[in-house]
């Protein structure tokens, strides 16, 4: 064989065998390799899945941590609003309980005050003594006029067709009718004798304040006085009163002392109602004053300067509640003054009458007075009582008469134009409503107007409203009146004459 060949042979066989030996190193360097990168990563494996079941568990204290923290505050925060709420509660029970009314099943020994009629509306006080009460608004010539309604009696369920319209005197209102109370007060008196009774509030009055375009403080609002009244309120409420009956409505009218002016000045200057109401009956008429023997007869004479005076200082309501003169009513409470002072300018002005005067009434009396009126209708006054017996309109002066009337002097009413049978009531000690003066209307009204003198010695201006014995000496004569005013039309009624 030849050497070099050998030696080729015994080469390959040399590196053969070491190829074998290398490549089972790289085979095992490769298998070392791959379980050190399986172990590398299996170990980077349960150290992610330690790191991440660590941080769920964290996360998860994190969770629980903060969800038992909210609910432990949600219970704080409901435990403190309840307490709150509660105390709120418990707070308020107290503060209520101190003003609130108190459930009817709860029984409380609480003292109930029985709150004075002084202190009440007119509607409140009827009310009160279980009647039915009504308020009607009438709209004239701008003036919202409030009329009080007593429609019927408490046991009737219908309202009669036979009416009776109340108008009151001056500083006078709705309240004159009732104060007495539902034993005696002419207002209660007629409904319990099944009559529909309207009560009316002037122009001016608490109840009837406001109008259409014209403010209460200006000159416009008072340039009124009871000729106005006469000449546009009642006809108007009268007309009303017939629409809501639908012209059903028998209506016989009852006035007090300015309310029997009003009337018989309706009856001159618009005589058509002559025919539209049923009859009348004046108490206390004040009518011709030329015999008012009054402490009013020395104050008429300046009367017209003091009014002119007030009103260029812009005062047009005579005696306004808030002013001085007009807050003396309340100074006459029998809690806070003799009430004998008060009683005596009341009787120097109306008539002495102690046996008749009922006291208890006296503060509500003065609640209700002065509700209202204008400087000019005060002046008319006045003017009557100096014309010298004269029942005039409104005089203003030479100048303005021409301008109003065509005339120098104010025109007289006409009291031949009424035709309405009237019953004049009048008592010998009203210093207002004189024997005199009632005499001389007689004598101007027809023959079927009769007289009823009031049969007590020292029954006197204000008695209608408030005597003690008011109804057997003045409501009963009332009630048989009308009787034969509504029972028979426009018959002669039979009367005992005072004079």
């Known amino acids: 064989m030849d050497v070099n060949l050998f030696v080729l042979l015994v080469l390959v066989a040399k590196v053969s065998s070491q190829n074998e030996s290398w490549a089972n190193n790289v085979e095992n360097f490769f298998k070392d390799q791959t ?48 307490a709150y709420v509660e105390g709120v509660k418990a707070t308020g029970r107290e503060i209520a309980d101190t003003w609130s009314y108190v459930p009817d099943t709860v029984q409380r020994d609480v003292k109930k005050v029985d709150i004075s009629d002084q202190y009440l509306t007119i509607p409140a006080i009827i009310s009160r003594n279980g009647y039915i009460c009504e308020t009607h608004t009438i709209l004239s010539k701008g003036y919202f006029l409030n009329i009080h309604r007593i429609p019927r009696n408490k046991q009737a369920s219908q309202v009669s067709s036979k009416t009776v319209f109340l108008q009151h005197g001056i500083f006078g209102s709705s309240a004159d009718w009732i104060i007495n109370g539902p034993d005696k007060a002419l207002g209660y008196v007629l409904a319990d004798a ?10 001016g009055n608490r ?33 009303y009163i017939n629409k809501v009956k639908d012209g059903d409505a028998q209506i016989s009218y009852i006035g007090h002392s300015m309310g029997t002016t009003i009337l018989f000045t309706m009856l001159s200057v618009r005589p058509e109602y002559n025919n539209i109401l049923r009859g009348a009956i004046a108490l206390a008429p004040v009518v011709f004053t030329s015999d008012v023997n009054s402490s009013l007869t020395s104050l008429a004479p300046m009367a017209s300067n003091v009014a002119y005076m007030a009103m260029t200082y812009g005062s047009h309501e005579f005696i306004p509640k808030e002013s001085f003169l007009g807050g003396l009513p309340k100074a006459c409470d029998i809690t806070h003054i003799d009430k004998f002072i008060c009683n005596h300018i009341i009787f120097k002005i109306c008539g002495y009458d ?22 000019k209708t005060a002046v008319h006054f006045a003017q009557e009582i100096v014309a010298g017996g004269k029942f005039q309109q409104f005089d203003y002066d030479t100048y303005y008469n021409k301008k109003v009337y065509g005339t120098e002097k104010p025109p007289e009413y006409d009291l031949s134009k009424v035709t309405l049978p009237i019953s004049l009531f009048w008592a010998q000690n009203d210093l207002l409503s004189r024997e005199k003066d009632i005499i001389k209307l007689r004598s101007k009204l027809p023959e079927s107007t009769q007289t009823y003198m009031v049969p007590y010695s020292e029954f006197n201006h204000l008695d209608y409203i408030w005597a003690t014995d008011v109804h057997t000496l003045v409501n009963e004569k009332v009630l048989s009146t009308l009787e034969s005013i509504f029972g028979n039309d426009r018959r ?8």
């Open 35 to 82: 379980n050190k990168v399986s172990s590398f990563f299996n170990e980077q494996q349960r150290s992610f899945e330690a790191a991440v079941n660590s941080s769920y568990e964290e996360a998860k204290r994190v969770q629980d941590s903060v969800n038992e923290y909210f609910e432990e505050q949600k219970r704080v925060i409901d435990e403190e609003v309840n």
């Open 194 to 203: 099944g009559y529909d009774v309207w009560m009316a509030n002037i122009r």
């Open 207 to 239: 109840y009837s304040r406001q109008h259409s375009w014209w403010d209460i403080n200006s000159k416009e609002y008072w340039n009124f006085s009871w000729h106005d009244v006469a000449m546009y309120d009642v006809p108007a409420i009268i007309d």
């Open 354 to 375: 102690e046996g008749q005067m009922n006291s208890t009434i006296l503060p509500i009396f003065l609640a209700h007075l002065g509700t209202g009126t204008s400087w």
């Open 492 to 499: 002669i009624l039979k009367f005992n004459f005072g004079f």
